[in-house]
């Protein structure tokens, strides 16, 4: 390997691909979820995928254990539009449910996310395979790098869900998953 790939880069970008082609009936829709590194204007509700840590298991290999957040952004104050004041929690409540739908391909304990493992690699691996459409090969040319792609594992960390800045001190409600995968670079 001529040159260190970035493992949380990597993740990112797979849980965004697979969050996004989930939610979306197959189309890999990335208006509202970003990558920890992205700087396209974010308008709210949007999804932030970000690899908080990383932790090889041998010294300079792009493998091992990546810790990461999803966060979740929201309007916390009712809009002109919403006369219900809980409207801006219930449809925050739905967008991270959502989120929570496609990590729930496991069961109901860490022993049983292989499932969830398998589709973040295939997701992640989805990305390197051009379509023959112009976005398409434009999408698998940013992300060459993910055609030996592997996630072994995934699991929640504890805690699994936390929220960003209290409610009265901010306009945006931030739910935040947390989870750490071990992603390496394999053909199988």
């Given at each position: 390997?001529?040159?260190?790939?970035?493992?949380?880069?990597?993740?990112?970008?797979?849980?965004?691909?697979?969050?996004?082609?989930?939610?979306?009936?197959?189309?890999?829709?990335?208006?509202?979820a970003f990558i920890?590194?992205?700087?396209?204007?974010?308008?709210?509700?949007?999804?932030?995928?970000?690899?908080?840590?990383?932790?090889?298991?041998?010294?300079?290999?792009?493998?091992?254990?990546?810790?990461?957040?999803?966060?979740?952004?929201?309007?916390?104050?009712?809009?002109?539009?919403?006369?219900?004041?809980?409207?801006?929690?219930?449809?925050?409540?739905?967008?991270?449910?959502?989120?929570?739908?496609?990590?729930?391909?496991?069961?109901?304990?860490?022993?049983?996310?292989?499932?969830?493992?398998?589709?973040?690699?295939?997701?992640?691996?989805?990305?390197?395979?051009?379509?023959?459409?112009?976005?398409?090969?434009?999408?698998?040319?940013?992300?060459?790098?993910?055609?030996?792609?592997?996630?072994?594992?995934?699991k929640f960390n504890?805690?699994?869900?936390?929220?960003?800045?209290?409610?009265?001190?901010?306009?945006?409600?931030?739910?935040?998953?947390?989870?750490?995968?071990?992603?390496?670079?394999?053909?199988?």
């Amino acid at each position: 390997m001529a040159y260190f790939l970035n493992p949380s880069s990597k993740l990112e970008r797979a849980l965004r691909a697979l969050v996004a082609l989930q939610i979306n009936g197959g189309q890999y829709v990335i208006t509202d979820a970003f990558i920890a590194n992205d700087s396209r204007p974010r308008i709210f509700p949007n999804r932030t995928f970000a690899g908080t840590a990383f932790s090889p298991s041998k010294p300079y290999r792009p493998e091992g254990v990546v810790t990461l957040e999803i966060h979740h952004y929201f309007d916390s104050i009712a809009q002109p539009n919403q006369p219900d004041v809980d409207t801006p929690r219930v449809n925050l409540e739905a967008y991270f449910g959502a989120t929570m739908d496609v990590l729930n391909l496991g069961g109901t304990n860490d022993q049983d996310l292989q499932p969830l493992a398998a589709a973040i690699t295939q997701a992640g691996r989805w990305l390197a395979v051009p379509d023959n459409t112009p976005t398409g090969i434009r999408i698998a040319a940013d992300n060459a790098d993910m055609v030996d792609f592997r996630c072994d594992w995934v699991k929640f960390n504890t805690p699994m869900i936390t929220r960003g800045k209290p409610e009265n001190e901010s306009i945006a409600w931030v739910e935040i998953i947390h989870l750490s995968a071990y992603v390496s670079n394999a053909t199988n």
